[in-house]
């Protein structure tokens, strides 16, 4: 299971991930941006494939990510540059700030990744924005209501049923240097939706749950292989995750 499977595009080798980038390249719409070009795939299930093109019109990357329902307003705080690939990016955020232009009023600092970084027109800090968020999930625990959660937690520290840990921000130092935050996380909240989608490229079943966790609600995409049933509305879900999102307008 990966970042792919979560959406659908359950890819093993090398081989088929070329395979995918070809298939999905030729139904893209390309968004030129400074530095390459991004060739965007949106399957009818939502999932979307960004394919990074540097100005050679060579593949240099390609990111997931899933246009769902959730907003939730954060205040961004500075940019996350990825070095190693000129097309990557993402932000420092705190969520559901209380006052305007207030960051640390928010509950918690994290970070997420952006597939349109560069697309993006120049930002602000602190800006005030509305966003939508989408976990990829990396790992999956459920349960059938709140007893059975904390039921469940029988070592310290137990967890709040709504509660947002941004274990990206715990990266150490690379070389002596600090690590560049990774956009990773690690949260429990309640499933107000659930639907399983069929990625219409590749015919394989994913899940999506709209969560209601501390600081508002996230999309969560899941490879349909981490659960042993449906999940269900109202199930607790706690979720390790990879964070991908877009700015609002």
Same mark, same amino acid.
């Given at each position: 299971?990966?970042?792919?499977?979560?959406? $659908?595009?359950?890819?093993? #080798?090398?081989?088929?991930?070329?395979? %995918?980038?070809? =298939?999905?390249?030729?139904?893209?719409?390309?968004?030129? *941006?400074?530095?390459?070009?991004?060739?965007?795939?949106?399957?009818?299930?939502?999932?979307?494939?960004?394919?990074?093109? /540097?100005?050679?019109?060579?593949?240099?990357?390609?990111? +997931?990510?899933?246009?769902? /329902? &959730?907003?939730? =307003?954060?205040?961004? #705080?500075?940019?996350?540059?990825? @070095?190693?690939?000129?097309?990557?990016?993402?932000?420092?955020?705190?969520?559901? @700030?209380?006052?305007?232009?207030? @960051?640390?009023?928010?509950?918690?600092?994290?970070?997420?990744?952006?597939?349109?970084? =560069?697309?993006?027109?120049? *930002?602000?800090?602190?800006?005030? *924005?509305?966003?939508?968020? #989408?976990?990829?999930?990396?790992?999956?625990?459920?349960?059938?209501?709140?007893?059975?959660?904390?039921?469940?937690?029988?070592?310290? +520290?137990?967890?709040?049923?709504?509660?947002?840990?941004?274990?990206?921000?715990? &990266?150490?130092?690379?070389?002596? =240097?600090?690590?560049? +935050?990774?956009?990773? $996380?690690?949260?429990?909240?309640?499933?107000?939706? *659930?639907?399983?989608?069929?990625?219409?490229?590749?015919?394989?079943?994913?899940?999506? %749950?709209?969560?209601? #966790?501390?600081?508002?609600?996230?999309?969560?995409?899941?490879?349909?292989?981490?659960?042993?049933?449906?999940?269900?509305?109202?199930?607790?879900?706690?979720?390790?995750?990879?964070?991908?999102?877009?700015?609002? /307008?």
């Amino acid at each position: 299971m990966s970042n792919f499977s979560d959406i $659908g595009f359950d890819i093993n #080798t090398e081989e088929e991930f070329q395979d %995918l980038l070809e =298939k999905t390249y030729h139904e893209s719409t390309l968004i030129r *941006v400074n530095g390459g070009t991004y060739a965007v795939y949106a399957d009818e299930s939502g999932a979307e494939l960004w394919i990074q093109l /540097n100005n050679a019109n060579e593949c240099i990357g390609a990111n +997931p990510h899933y246009k769902g /329902n &959730s907003r939730r =307003k954060v205040c961004l #705080t500075a940019t996350v540059e990825r @070095p190693e690939n000129p097309l990557d990016g993402g932000f420092y955020a705190w969520a559901a @700030p209380a006052e305007q232009q207030q @960051p640390e009023s928010g509950l918690y600092p994290f970070v997420f990744d952006v597939p349109d970084f =560069k697309a993006l027109e120049p *930002v602000s800090f602190p800006a005030d *924005v509305e966003i939508q968020l #989408t976990a990829f999930a990396q790992d999956v625990q459920l349960y059938e209501d709140e007893a059975a959660f904390d039921a469940a937690q029988t070592k310290e +520290p137990r967890f709040a049923v709504q509660s947002f840990i941004p274990s990206g921000l715990f &990266s150490g130092s690379d070389e002596g =240097k600090p690590a560049t +935050p990774e956009a990773f $996380g690690f949260f429990t909240g309640t499933i107000q939706q *659930v639907e399983g989608r069929r990625n219409a490229l590749t015919g394989q079943i994913f899940y999506v %749950l709209l969560v209601d #966790t501390l600081g508002g609600g996230i999309d969560v995409v899941a490879d349909a292989g981490f659960f042993e049933k449906p999940p269900v509305i109202g199930e607790i879900i706690q979720v390790e995750c990879w964070l991908s999102g877009q700015l609002i /307008n």
